[in-house]
Structures are given as C-alpha cells and as structure tokens.
C-alpha cells in the first residue's frame, strides 16, 4: 500500500513515516509540506492513501482535501495533533471526502505507542475498503443482486429523548432525488409510531411510513420502526421485528438495528446517532466504525439529553460529532464523495 505524507512539522513526517514503513507492505509514496504541494504531487501520483494534517502553512487540510477529492480523488485520513482542537476543520475536511480523523503518534513512542497502533488500525480498515472496492467496480460484466444492492446507501438514524425534532431537522434537509433508504430507530411506543411517521412525513419530501416486516431497502423513502419489538434487517436485505433480546429496556433498539447492519448490509452504510438518554446505539455505532461505516452523533449543545451520543463518544464511536443542523450537510457531502471516488 503507497501511502502519502501531507505535514509541515518534521518530527510529526518522522513518526508517520517511521510507523508506516513498520508495517510489511506499507511504503511511503510521497511528503509534501503543505497542501498546495500536496495537490502538485497528487496529480502527478496518486497513492493509495493520504495522511493529510490540517493545519499547514499556504493551505491547509481541508482546502487541500477538497481539491485533491475534485481532480485527483483517493482515500484520505486526517491526522492531527488535537482532534478535540480541531473539531470544526476535521468535520469540514471529512465533508470534503476524508474518510476518517486519527490523533498523530508521537515520535519515539511509535514502536509501541497508542497513537501508532491507533492510526495503523485505521489504515488496515481503509485497506480492506480499498481492496473490497477494487474487487466490485472494475467489474463490467453482469451482477449478481449482492453486488447490486451493493451499490446502494443505507442511512440508519437511532434516537430516543428530544429525538423526533432533531430526525425531523435532518430529513428535511434530504432532497427528493436521495439515492438511498434512511431507516429511523426512535423509542417510542407502537401506539404512537404511526403518529410519529405521518408527522415526519409532514416535514420531509421523501415518503415517510412504518417498516413492516418483509419491506426492502429501496433508495428515496424513509421507514420507521413501529412496533415495541426490535427493528432488524435480515439476511435477504429485508427489514423485520423480533422480541428477542426481552430483557433489554430500549425497545426497539437502535444496537440491536445497529447490530443486524454490521452482519447483513453489504452496500455502502452511514449511521447516526441522535438524542436520548441512556447508552442504546453506542455499542452498535462502535461495531459499524470498527466495520468502516461512516458513523455520526449528534453534540451536546444540540442534545435535549446527551446521553447515547455521550456514551458513543466515550467509545469514540462517532466519525464525527455534530450539530443537528449539520448532519444532513455531512452526509450529503460524505455520498458525494464516495461517489467521485467510485463512478459508477
């Protein structure tokens, strides 16, 4: 894997060329100081992937990363010093089309430091993605329907407390043409959901009804659980309910939904996770990062109760941690992305 360098600290270029060239079959492809240089050296040598810092001299990482995905596209993680301090210009640079944001290791502490075995962990997950795409796109021939449906988004929203005006701000902002499903995960009572549904569908201009068992993933409407079961999609890509796990108080459950995702959705996938108190749908978003999803939860100051998104970013969980109003922006931005990357 050819891995480029974008940093103009020397000590910081070090640790990361030291830690990729740790790994067997890691090389660095090219260092450039800035991201103008970045830029140059990316149109003459596309890598496989980029560690682009964000605050450099000339330009910096997210002007840098939004060149680089309009001309010359290719895998891009952002490595910073501060993630905490640089917030707002790492959720810029991933609405850009970077894929992910990683703490940079510290020189001298790469051999066995935390932030080494953090950012190799994340450049294997961009290498599975990377491989798995290359196996699906050059594909010209006829597809089996895995490998159509594969081609098709999924974008699970998991909420409870304060949940359905901060759902309702997001699909608003969806246009009519969405070329993906969302399916909504809200605890509330069944006698309630129906309620719930036609109020959403009132705020949106995608179709909006209760999932019912057997109904398929189909781009442009919007489905939300609607029994005191637990929403789940299955094996044939289908949505269904199940009482099984009883003991568990958040019902439906947004990890259990989370959970069906990770073993059964073989297309491209964003999962956010909204408002609410307690921990439900941490856990799950967790498993569905770990898995390569762009994962997102909603921040404090936009929480009536930061609890679940809370407990996703003490098991940094969440990608990115957003506003209300600017979910919809960011996952506009992450599709679009994509698909520059993967024309199909």
């Known amino acids: ?69 309009a001309n010359s596209p290719c895998a891009i993680l952002v490595v910073t010093a501060s993630v905490d301090q640089n917030a707002p210009l790492v959720f810029q640079a991933m609405g850009a089309g970077a894929l992910d944001v990683v703490s940079t290791p510290i020189l001298g502490n790469e051999e066995k430091g935390p932030g080494r075995e953090e950012l190799l962990k994340k450049i294997k997950t961009i290498s599975r993605l990377l491989e798995a795409n290359r196996r699906v796109h050059p594909f010209k021939g006829k597809l089996s329907t895995k490998a ?21 701000n997001i699909i608003s902002k969806f246009p009519a043409n969405l070329a993906a499903s969302v399916v909504i995960i809200q605890h509330v009572d069944q006698s309630f959901a129906a309620g719930l549904a036609q109020w959403l ?32 999609l299955k094996e044939d890509w289908t949505l269904g309910y199940k009482k099984e796990p009883v003991a568990t108080p958040y019902r439906p459950s947004v990890d259990i939904f989370f959970e069906s995702m990770v073993h059964n959705w073989p297309g491209h996938s964003i999962a956010v996770l ?26 404090a100051e936009t929480c ?9 970013a003490e098991l940094n969980a969440a990608v990115g941690i957003l506003p209300a109003d600017d979910i919809a922006k960011v996952i506009m931005s992450h599709m679009g992305s994509i698909k520059k990357r993967n024309p199909s």
């Open 1 to 69: 894997m050819r891995i480029a360098i974008v940093n103009d600290m020397k000590m910081a270029v070090e640790a990361l060329r030291r830690t990729i060239t740790s790994f067997p079959g890691y090389e660095v492809a090219w260092i450039a100081e800035n991201g103008m240089d970045a830029i140059k050296s990316c149109a003459a040598d596309v890598p496989d992937l980029i560690l682009m810092d964000i605050i450099m001299p000339h330009m910096d990482g997210v002007e840098a990363t939004r060149q680089i995905m």
């Open 148 to 168: 159509r449906i594969s081609e098709n988004w999924l974008i699970a929203i998991g909420a409870s407390t304060g949940g359905p005006a901060a759902i309702a």
């Open 201 to 232: 569908g009132q705020q949106s201009v995608l179709p909006v009804k209760l999932a019912e068992e057997g109904d398929e993933i189909e781009q442009g409407r919007i489905l939300v659980a609607g029994t005191n079961d637990h929403l789940v």
């Open 274 to 299: 909204l408002t609410g108190m307690g921990r439900d749908g941490a856990e799950g978003l967790l498993r569905l990062r770990n898995d390569g999803v762009f994962t997102l939860a909603q921040n």
């Open 304 to 312: 009536a109760v930061y609890g679940m998104p809370k407990a996703a």
